[in-house]
């Protein structure tokens, strides 16, 4: 504890303090220290600037505090969902209740086929995102580095941006025929764009005190790529990973619908056959798995990046 | 002043700085930031430069560092390594307090151990042993001055350039910060060149206060500072001497009203 007494409860920085009034022996060289003139007004002052922490309260009602709008909301779409259903504007076998599809999509998460079909669009989310994202960093990385590819394909990839992704694929299927391979060149098409762009945006707003830091301290090179413009880059890029994420599932599920490989049972070609087989409950049902998959994936995303942002002190709490 | 045969040529100057001029952009719309500028600061030597807006005193340092070319005259360190401290601290936020000061040791190629030992015993000079795992964003401004001081002292130069790195600090910091600065100059037996527009703080800390008129930048007057260390920047030397030094610097900046 410290040997002062505290106004207040520095909870983070109670180690600290033990430290710096030489209760611990640190990393210094010798583990007793000598009180040095001025010694106090400098740990003091330290002590009195720095921010107590606040306490966040309890991880239950933290948890019911962020929840509860959400639970509302699908209260919400659910009640307005049976008042259209019990309205009676379409017969029941096209615009089933909320009850009648969530006893489908109960038992639709029971089967062990529904879990094949998830991990085979899985699997080809993910691999076509890892593809996208080695593909748009070596893009990013080669065009902030040399000016004229920078000016020739910097306003492109911006350009490409806005392209829908579904229009890429009758071109997909002339040149890879209805196969992964078509599947792949739409969702790396439509994400590798977002994925540069932010490792560009990352690299060209490096403070400049950053870099001139780094050129004080003698960086050139590799070795100030590795130390500071990657890192100094990470959290435009994790934006960047994230818009590119976004951008490959929906290229992903346009190409599920659009291009049937024979022989796979991805979400996709599941979702299709219930249409043809005009079973609305079924359909719904795969609307809210590719709706809870795409929310659940959004979110590690933006874990990652408040995390990001909290650990660099961007978040101001 | 000893003399210390540090590249064995011929004098104890560390910094020798001779009708340096720099010129930013070039026809009409050329800039003189420093012209004919002349200094020779002494092994050991802490020395000031002072001077209102525009008056080149943060481009002179960037040309001993090495972060701009002279345009014309002559510039010599003699391969002494230079550091250099911002009115930001300019800590990498993806470092721990640690981290950073380690950083100019990993580039110098220390081993891990090493490392970490070496930056402890630099948070002990800057007394901030007890912060090595903590992250820049959680220290106080003061502090984070003082990390990036101990990063400074990292890199193992012999001359510590510092650009106004109180400038943004409260006066009570500050003014423990001179005492620590002073103090650690002292006992790293550093060299210092230190850039500011607050005539006391100079007075406060300089061996030397150089004067700097604006636009362009030329050394006007070079006042040794003789009273007695510890100094305080309250007292009637330290005042006395900075109001004889303002009223050189008013008449500076009142020569530039229409």
Not at chain 2, 88 to 108: D, I, M, T
Not at chain 2, 189 to 218: C, M, Q, Y
């Amino acid at each position: 504890m410290p040997t002062e007494p505290a106004p207040m409860k520095y909870a983070g920085t109670r180690a600290g303090l033990e430290g710096a009034l030489g209760a611990e022996g640190g990393p210094g060289p010798e583990p007793q220290k000598i009180k040095k003139p001025g010694y106090d007004e400098v740990s003091g002052l330290d002590a009195l600037e720095l921010t107590p922490k606040h306490d966040k309260g309890n991880i239950g009602l933290r948890i019911w505090k962020s929840a509860w709008p959400k639970l509302l909301a699908i209260l919400i779409v659910v009640l307005a969902w049976e008042a259209a259903y019990l309205s009676g504007w379409k017969p029941s076998y096209v615009f089933p209740s909320p009850v009648d599809t969530f006893k489908v999509l109960g038992d639709l998460v029971t089967t062990a086929d529904f879990w094949d079909g998830v991990r085979l669009t899985m699997t080809r989310a993910i691999t076509g995102f890892a593809l996208a994202v080695a593909i748009g960093t070596v893009i990013g990385a080669a065009v902030s580095r040399f000016a004229p590819l920078r000016a020739a394909i910097g306003s492109l990839i911006t350009g490409l941006q806005t392209m829908p992704s579904i229009m890429w694929f009758p071109l997909a299927i002339l040149l890879f025929q209805l196969g992964e391979k078509a599947i792949m060149f739409v969702v790396i098409i439509g994400a590798a764009p977002s994925v540069a762009n932010g490792l560009i945006s990352g690299i060209d707003y490096v403070p400049r005190t950053w870099l001139r830091v780094g050129q004080v301290m003698g960086m050139s090179g590799f070795a100030r790529y590795r130390h500071l413009i990657l890192p100094a880059s990470l959290p435009s890029f994790v934006s960047g990973l994230k818009q590119g994420w976004a951008f490959s599932w929906r290229s992903l599920m346009a190409g599920e619908l659009l291009v049937i490989v024979p022989g796979t049972i991805s979400v996709g070609v599941r979702m299709q056959n219930a249409r043809d087989l005009s079973d609305t409950p079924l359909v719904i049902s795969y609307i809210l798995v590719v709706l809870v998959i795409g929310i659940v994936i959004d979110q590690l995303f933006n874990l990652a990046d408040s995390a990001l942002r909290k650990r660099w002190g961007l978040t101001g709490g | 002043m000893s003399i210390l045969e540090t590249t064995g040529v011929r004098t104890e100057s560390v910094v020798r700085i001779e009708n340096v001029s720099k010129t930013y952009g070039s026809g009409s719309n050329a800039l003189l930031a420093l012209d004919r500028v002349s200094l020779d600061v002494q092994q050991g030597e802490f020395v000031c430069l002072l001077g209102a807006s525009g008056c080149g005193k943060s481009t002179l340092l960037s040309l001993v560092a090495g972060l701009d070319q002279i345009s014309s005259g002559s510039l010599d360190t003699g391969d002494r390594k230079v550091a250099l401290m911002f009115q930001e601290a300019a800590l990498f936020p993806w470092l721990s307090v640690s981290g950073n000061v380690e950083l100019p040791l990993r580039l110098q190629g220390l081993g891990k151990a090493e490392r970490r030992k070496r930056a402890g015993e630099l948070l002990e000079v800057v007394r901030l042993s007890g912060f090595a795992d903590k992250r820049p964003h959680e220290l106080s401004g003061g502090m984070r001055q003082r990390v990036a001081l101990a990063r400074a002292l990292a890199q193992n130069a012999d001359i510590l350039l510092m650009d106004e790195p109180f400038g943004a600090l409260d006066a009570m910091t500050r003014d423990i910060l001179h005492d620590e600065l002073e103090r650690i100059w002292r006992e790293q037996n550093l060299t210092v060149l230190f850039v500011t527009h607050n005539v006391r703080e100079a007075v406060r800390l300089g061996d030397r206060v150089i004067l700097l008129s604006s636009r362009p930048g030329r050394v006007i007057e070079d006042f040794a500072i003789k009273h007695p260390r510890p100094r305080r920047i309250d007292s009637p030397e330290v005042s006395g001497q900075a109001a004889e030094i303002t009223d050189r610097l008013r008449a500076e900046v009142a020569r530039h009203a229409n």
